[in-house]
């Protein structure tokens, strides 16, 4: 009987341990969130748990792989730029500690984004 309940003791404790261990990862994963507007694109990036991406290392490719921008996000976790195509391309988020995260936006999302800008400006 004492045997059962250490082996049920070590079973609930490994149990606990894994779960603590998938929700510390779960809280420090990186998630990426990006937007077209205006010509600009506007990347915002964040841990599942809130806290802000700082600094953490932004890359865009195209469709056939070429790197056309780098940069970082600030102390928001919020960058934008003008991108050099509007076509598909991909937003990579790379941090420090080996996480990140990619977010795809495509010709489609340039041209509805444009598409929403003229509809929003007056007619004369």
């Known amino acids: 009987m004492i045997f059962k309940k250490v082996k049920l003791q070590t079973v609930l404790f490994l149990s606990a341990l894994i779960l603590a261990s998938a ?3 779960y809280a ?3 998630v990426l969130w990006c937007y077209v507007e205006n010509n600009q694109v506007y990347v915002e990036a ?3 748990g809130g806290k802000k991406v700082q600094n ?9 792989e070429n790197k056309i921008f ?5 102390k928001e976790g919020l960058l934008n730029f003008t991108p050099s195509i509007q076509d598909d391309m991909k937003i990579l988020l790379k941090l420090d ?3 990140g995260s990619d977010f795809e936006l495509t010709k489609q999302d340039f041209l509805d984004a444009a598409a929403a800008a003229t ?3 007056p007619e004369k």
Do not use: K, P, S, W
Request: negative net charge; glycine residues 14%.
């Open 56 to 64: 953490g290392q932004i890359i865009v490719i195209d469709a056939q």
């Open 23 to 25: 929700t510390f990862a």
């Open 28 to 30: 420090h994963a990186a």
């Open 70 to 74: 780098e940069g970082r996000t600030n």
């Open 97 to 99: 500690t080996g996480h």
């Open 46 to 48: 964040f841990f599942m």
């Open 119 to 121: 509809e929003g400006t």
